[in-house]
């Protein structure tokens, strides 16, 4: 594994999280689908160690997401409780059926708000048909609120993702 700066962030995905939205991307196609994701902060690194999924009264189109069904709240709570509060938002994911993946002017603004509501540090990710893209948001940086995040380390039950 590469050796990464003390500064650096850097943000592990248990592969069964990463097959999880690729199933729930294929499926919502032609739709865009999504919801948060949980885990642990170390640091100015993240494990993310689970998600929640859209239901039925969340909005989906085939180019916006919108989380409206309190499931994902309580799901995350039911996590933080379980865990003595050592498991917490860390940021949420959703998919883009066409394109690249580039992050829209809507989900930078949304990424913003979720940084906000997090007091500190988090991860976006979306998903496409090519694979997932990863993004580290900081509050930190103004002007560069979103680092996109690429594979240094992968084995069969995880994947680890910082700058290149």
Known sequence: MRECPLTESRVLVQRAILERIEQERR????????????GYRRGRDIEITGLTVASSHDRASPVSFERCSLHHQQHLLASWRRSS???SLVGDWHS???G?????WTDRRAWARLIRSMHGDGVALIATAQGVRIFFLTA???HKMASELLPIEETEHDCVFARS
């Not at 690249?100 to 829209?104: E, L, M, V």
């Open 27 to 38: 499926t919502a196609h032609p739709l865009e689908t999504g919801g948060f994701l949980e």
């Open 85 to 87: 509060g050592l498991i």
């Open 96 to 98: 883009h059926p066409a």
């Open 100 to 104: 690249q993946g580039a992050p829209s």
């Open 140 to 142: 930190l940086v103004k």
